[in-house]
């Protein structure tokens, strides 16, 4: 061990207390953030039951074009393994007459040398890392952000607007 290493390691007990908050968990009581009750951190809560997923098979308008659109329907037990895939059993080309499910962009037949090929690439195959069902929970934080239309449209407020 170097002699500069040794040298942090003896300063250590002086600069811990420093960078450490000087709270003990008994105090945790007082502690206020949006993403915990108010208890301290030895209380165990009942936690909130589970929030319900929105099912109601209305597609949910994009925030911007190239936004994975969100799944408006349960997904439950549908399996996506390396085998199977029951999403492209509705979404691909070849079964959406039958589906009535919106057929995969032609970004999904594209592979990541602008191939286009003829079946789902294999970066678009795990649809849940872009696509996410959305549930009635709210969200501990109010979000304002707001689309560029609505930007676009906002009555001018006579200022600088570049
Ligand atoms: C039984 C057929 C079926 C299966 C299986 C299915 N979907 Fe769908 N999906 C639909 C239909 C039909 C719609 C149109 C909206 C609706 O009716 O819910 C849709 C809508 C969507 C949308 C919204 C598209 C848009 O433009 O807003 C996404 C995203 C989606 N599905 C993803 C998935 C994913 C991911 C899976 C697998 C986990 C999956 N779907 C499995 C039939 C299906
Ligand atoms: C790497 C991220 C990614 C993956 C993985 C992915 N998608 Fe998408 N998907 C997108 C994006 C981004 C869009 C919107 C822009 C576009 O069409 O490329 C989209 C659009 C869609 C749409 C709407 C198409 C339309 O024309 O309105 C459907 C339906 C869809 N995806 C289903 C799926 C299904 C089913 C899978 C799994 C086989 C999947 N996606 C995998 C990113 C992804």
């Known amino acids: ?23 003990s968990p008994g105090q945790g009581a007082s502690v206020q953030t949006p993403f915990r009750p108010p208890v301290g951190f030895e209380q165990e809560p009942v936690p909130p039951p589970i929030p319900a997923d929105v099912t109601d098979d209305r597609r949910v308008a994009r925030n911007y074009p190239e936004q994975p659109p969100v799944i408006p329907h349960n997904i439950r037990d549908y399996q996506l393994t390396l085998n199977n895939n029951q999403c492209l059993t509705c ?3 070849q079964y959406t007459a039958g589906s009535q499910a919106p057929m995969i962009s032609i970004t999904h ?49 006579g200022g600088d607007r570049r």
């Not at 061990?1 to 709270?23: C, D, E, S, T």
């Open 109 to 157: 037949y594209v592979d990541r040398d602008g191939q286009t090929l003829g079946g789902v690439t294999p970066r678009r195959y795990f649809c849940l890392q872009c696509h996410v069902p959305q549930t009635v929970a709210q969200p501990p934080i109010r979000n304002d952000f707001r689309d560029v239309d609505s930007l676009i449209s906002r009555p001018s407020d």
């Open 1 to 23: 061990m170097n002699a500069r290493i040794l040298a942090v390691l003896a300063a250590l007990p002086v600069l811990l207390p420093a960078v450490l908050p000087a709270q």
């Open 91 to 93: 979404h691909s080309r």
